[in-house]
């Protein structure tokens, strides 16, 4: 059988660039490389099956057959890149969502946990601000009672506040007496 070179140095040279293509498709695995490169490996194979169909009628049927199972190789060849690289961008895209979602998890986790300290500080100011009322109110009381104390001691109807001694009736001076 013939060499793609005994055949056309044309065709021989776009072989060449499409396995160069396919090496470094097999090395590199960014998903914007690969599609660019991939485009230039089909706009070659394209290019090789048209060198291939002009050279067709002044070919041997020998030459034929290897030309055209030359290009099959190519097709199968790319198309198992293209299904390599999908099923690899495929895989990183689902770990990064699984990232994602994990992440969404613990902020949702967060948010309840924030959720439910908010809710227990707010019940603590509601019952500071109730205590404080109330202690205001006692302190109100006992103060009103004190100034009427004060102020109408002869008051019967208000009892005396135990701790604090009645106020004084009259004076009597010692040297007095």
Known sequence: MASLATVSEELAEIDGQIADIFRALS???QLEELTDKLRECKRLIKEFDRELKGLEDRNDPDTNKMLNERKQSL???????VGTDTAAALKAQTEQMSGIINEMD???FSIKKASK???EIGRQVATDKCIMALLFLIVLGVV???IVKLVNPHNKDI???P???PPVQSRRLLWKC
Do not use: F, M, P, Y
């Open 75 to 81: 097709v199968v060849h790319d198309t198992i890149n």
């Open 106 to 108: 613990a902020i949702h």
């Open 163 to 165: 701790g604090l001694a």
């Open 117 to 119: 300290l908010v809710k």
């Open 159 to 161: 009892r005396d506040i």
């Open 144 to 146: 009103t009672i004190i």
């Open 27 to 29: 090395r590199s695995r």
